[in-house]
């Protein structure tokens, strides 16, 4: 019964055959494996390797099976081992012999390097348009808070007043640079390992040049070798994955911690919110919490793929069977993760009161005070002793810097005049941020015209 049984004695123990299988994950494949099929039929018969009937025959055989698999039809089986020999039996069960013929001048080892790269071009499309989406929501939650104060924060301690348009525009240039690497990764993926071979090439004067037109690719493996031991475009991949996973994180924390009591600066949705089973007053981030729990599967992905790759002499092995499980569930996740996220931020209710109020404390313009002495013609190592004193005065009286009368100014610095209580003010420690790239809202404003050209072009 099997595909290969031709130089065998004895027939595999089924236990073996259950191992050896990979139909159980694989048949994830099944469309991208019968598209390749098709071109690979169509391309035998230009190349008068069989004949236009025979090719006619097994390209309408394809179809159908594909129908059938698609309606459900299908049950595939163990023994065939994977989707490459299930859907090949299919065909000869339903066309005969010349189903035989569809392996001419091909191996599984060119077919299942083919299908992959064909399975994550699209997936790679469908990830992409996620991250657009969530780029837009970033530009519009930016846009409406251009001027909602909030503290930033290094150590987690209040360190300077920003805004959380400028916060959300952050997020924006990261995954940015995500989505770049989708793009760059998706440059070296698009190229054609199909007519390769088991590893060799081929004896049959095949037309890759045909084939990849066909299936559209940007251009054909160089090697052969190469194009069936190569899977560092799926690490490649899992790589660029593990990296929006890791920013979706850290964001998921940022809104974990805003969503508490202790922060308040986020109220999550009642519909992206879940209860206790015993606190009956409980509305937890379960969402945002299980993003940053699945981060972990995706970086142990890549870490499994290297692992298998690390030491595999050429060409194919069979250890490479094992790419697929850390493949299909890094992009069923991150596809899962950024949906989900951006759905849950959209929903997010902000308190612009508290965020406004957490920047009452912490002596957040303490740096603009410096700044100041500064600009009046104090060395800024001497500028930062001054405020540093007056800070602990404060701590002493229980007090902030905005509660200081300009006599209490004085007595640190005779430099002090008047214009210090409006230096002050949270909004012109703001204003005043005047270098490229600020939190002050012209910079912002800019940001938001690059990111929205930026989208616009996707
Ligand atoms: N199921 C195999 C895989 O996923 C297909 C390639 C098998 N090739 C071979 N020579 N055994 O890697």
Same mark, same amino acid.
């Given at each position: 019964?099997?595909l290969?049984?031709?130089?065998? +004695? ?11 299988a990979s139909i159980?994950?694989d048949q994830?494949?099944y469309?991208?494996d ?18 236009? #009937? ?11 099976i594909?129908?059938?698999i #698609?309606?459900?039809?299908i049950s595939f089986q163990i023994e065939l081992e994977d989707i490459h020999m299930n859907i090949e039996k299919l065909l000869?069960?339903?066309?005969? #012999? ?24 699209? #997936? ?40 959380? !348009? ?73 790589? @660029? ?20 009591? +202790? ?75 950024? +949906? ?21 404390? !912490? ?19 001497? @500028? ?23 006599? +209490? ?50």
């Open positions: 019964m099997k290969w049984g031709g130089r065998f +004695e004895k027939s595999t123990a089924s236990f073996v055959d259950e191992f050896n159980t994950f994830k494949l469309k991208h019968i598209m390749g099929s098709i071109a690979h039929a169509k391309m035998l018969a230009k190349s008068s390797i069989i004949t236009k #009937e025979e090719s006619k025959k097994i390209i309408e055989g394809l179809k159908e594909l129908a059938d #698609e309606a459900g039809k000869t069960d339903r066309i005969g #012999e010349v189903g035989k013929k569809l392996h001419t001048a091909r191996s599984r080892n060119d077919q299942v390097a083919v299908d992959i790269r064909l399975y994550l071009r699209d #997936e790679i499309i469908n990830i992409k348009q996620s991250l657009k989406n969530l780029l837009g929501s970033l530009i519009e939650i930016a846009k409406e808070h251009i001027d909602t104060v909030m503290p930033g924060y290094t150590h987690l301690q209040r360190a300077q007043p920003i805004t959380l !348009g400028y916060h959300m525009m952050a997020y924006f240039q990261m995954f940015q640079r995500d989505y770049d690497r989708l793009d760059d990764c998706y440059k070296r993926l698009n190229i054609m390992p199909l007519g390769a071979g088991a590893l060799a090439g081929t004896t049959y004067n095949t037309d890759r040049e045909f084939l990849r037109e066909e299936l559209g690719f940007f251009s054909i493996c160089e090697n052969s070798l190469d194009a069936v031991s190569d899977r560092d475009f799926v690490i490649e991949f899992v790589n @660029a994955s593990a990296m929006i996973m890791m920013h979706l994180s850290r964001f998921c924390e940022e809104v974990i911690l805003w969503n508490s009591k +202790e922060f308040n600066f986020v109220e999550m949705d009642d519909s992206y919110s879940t209860g206790s089973s015993i606190m009956p007053q409980k509305k937890n981030p379960d969402v945002a919490e299980l993003i940053r729990g699945k981060t972990g599967r995706v970086y142990g992905n890549l870490i499994n793929l290297f692992t298998i790759m690390k030491a595999l002499p050429l060409a194919y092995n069979k250890d490479m069977q094992e790419d697929k499980p850390p493949l299909f569930d890094t992009v069923e996740n991150v596809k899962a993760c950024l +949906e989900i996220f951006n759905e849950m931020l959209k929903t997010m209710t902000i308190n612009k009161d508290s965020m406004r109020k957490a920047t009452k404390e !912490g002596f957040m313009n303490a740096t603009d005070v410096a700044d100041y002495l500064v600009k009046k013609g104090l060395p800024f190592r001497s @500028a930062h002793e001054v405020v540093g004193k007056m800070v602990l005065y404060c701590i002493q009286k229980g007090k902030s810097i905005d509660d200081l009368t300009i006599e +209490e100014f004085k007595n640190f610095s005779s430099i002090f005049t008047e214009d210090i209580l409006d230096v002050i003010k949270i909004e012109n420690c703001i204003a005043s941020k005047v270098s490229q790239g600020s939190t002050a809202k012209a910079s912002v404003e800019r940001m938001i015209d690059k990111a929205k050209e930026f989208v616009d072009k996707l």
